[in-house]
């Protein structure tokens, strides 16, 4: 189980939390303080933690692994250092804000049947996803493509992968998100959607049967976007 330790007054100010796994030779004579993320300063070892293994986002609860689930911890093929990135919604600008928001991972020593894991799908953030302004709706797609879902699962997994819950995850300008699934050129049930997007209710969809994600599959995440109420390019970024 893990659940966000959201600092009292800080509820508005703390957008979202991802949880990284380093790689393993990580120098350790980095960790004795934070850093801004993606700055000329941050640790060049910080940029060897990128498969996220959680996420949280505003409004979500604490997250709980179905019992056959869990989250691997201590072994030798798991994360010995992880990176904890926060992001922060600032509108105001306000300065001088010290914030100790962060998360608690719940551990038990009965091992669970599979190991969980994150799968990533949607649009790659970068200055290239831009949305004009005033727009009553605009549509972006992340293809997570055939071939690539081939290459990542092919080798380890044949059988395929079992995906248990989703988190979609936007900002102030979503409105929808649907995350489609096809299979032999056949589109199947939608995996997760949320037609009525709030960026202040952002909470893991939790699905009432396993779906199975076989090599050479492929997802589509589909992003729905109101801009009406903006004057200027949105531009996306770190």
Same mark, same amino acid.
């Given at each position: 189980?893990?659940?966000?330790?959201?600092?009292?007054?800080?509820?508005?100010?703390? *957008?979202?939390?991802?949880?990284?796994?380093?790689?393993?030779?990580?120098?350790?004579?980095?960790?004795?303080?934070?850093?801004?993320?993606? %700055?000329?300063?941050?640790?060049?070892?910080?940029?060897?933690?990128?498969?996220?293994?959680?996420?949280?986002? &505003?409004?979500?609860?604490?997250?709980?692994?179905?019992? %056959?689930?869990?989250?691997? &911890?201590?072994?030798?093929?798991?994360?010995?250092?992880?990176?904890?990135?926060?992001?922060?919604?600032?509108?105001?600008?306000?300065?001088?804000?010290?914030?100790?928001?962060?998360?608690?991972?719940?551990?038990?020593?009965?091992?669970?049947?599979?190991?969980?894991?994150?799968?990533?799908?949607?649009?790659?953030?970068?200055?290239? %996803?831009? &949305?004009?302004?005033?727009?009553?709706?605009? $549509?972006?797609?992340? *293809?997570?493509?055939?071939?690539?879902?081939?290459?990542?699962?092919?080798?380890?997994?044949?059988?395929?992968?079992? $995906?248990?819950? !989703?988190?979609?995850?936007? %900002?102030?300008?979503?409105?929808?998100?649907?995350?489609? *699934?096809?299979?032999?050129?056949?589109?199947?049930?939608?995996?997760?959607?949320?037609?009525?997007?709030?960026?202040?209710?952002?909470?893991?969809?939790?699905?009432?049967?396993?779906?199975?994600?076989?090599?050479?599959?492929?997802?589509?995440?589909?992003?729905?976007?109101?801009?009406?109420?903006?004057?200027?390019?949105?531009? !996306?970024?770190?």
């Amino acid at each position: 189980q893990v659940e966000p330790l959201i600092q009292k007054g800080h509820e508005n100010l703390v *957008h979202h939390i991802l949880l990284y796994q380093c790689s393993s030779n990580l120098n350790d004579s980095v960790l004795d303080y934070g850093h801004e993320c993606y %700055h000329p300063n941050m640790p060049d070892s910080f940029l060897t933690c990128e498969t996220v293994i959680f996420a949280w986002a &505003i409004g979500g609860e604490g997250f709980t692994y179905p019992p %056959h689930v869990g989250l691997s &911890i201590g072994t030798a093929a798991d994360p010995q250092f992880v990176l904890m990135e926060v992001h922060y919604d600032n509108p105001s600008y306000t300065e001088g804000l010290i914030d100790n928001s962060g998360l608690r991972l719940i551990y038990t020593p009965v091992i669970r049947k599979y190991d969980a894991g994150v799968i990533e799908a949607g649009l790659w953030v970068s200055l290239f %996803h831009n &949305i004009p302004p005033d727009m009553p709706e605009f $549509v972006s797609e992340g *293809h997570c493509t055939l071939e690539c879902l081939e290459e990542a699962l092919g080798a380890e997994r044949p059988a395929g992968i079992h $995906v248990f819950a !989703v988190l979609l995850h936007a %900002h102030l300008a979503g409105r929808a998100i649907r995350m489609r *699934h096809f299979r032999n050129g056949q589109e199947q049930k939608l995996l997760a959607y949320d037609d009525d997007f709030d960026f202040n209710f952002q909470e893991f969809q939790y699905l009432k049967e396993e779906r199975t994600i076989l090599p050479g599959d492929n997802l589509i995440t589909e992003c729905h976007y109101s801009t009406v109420d903006r004057t200027h390019m949105t531009w !996306v970024r770190q």
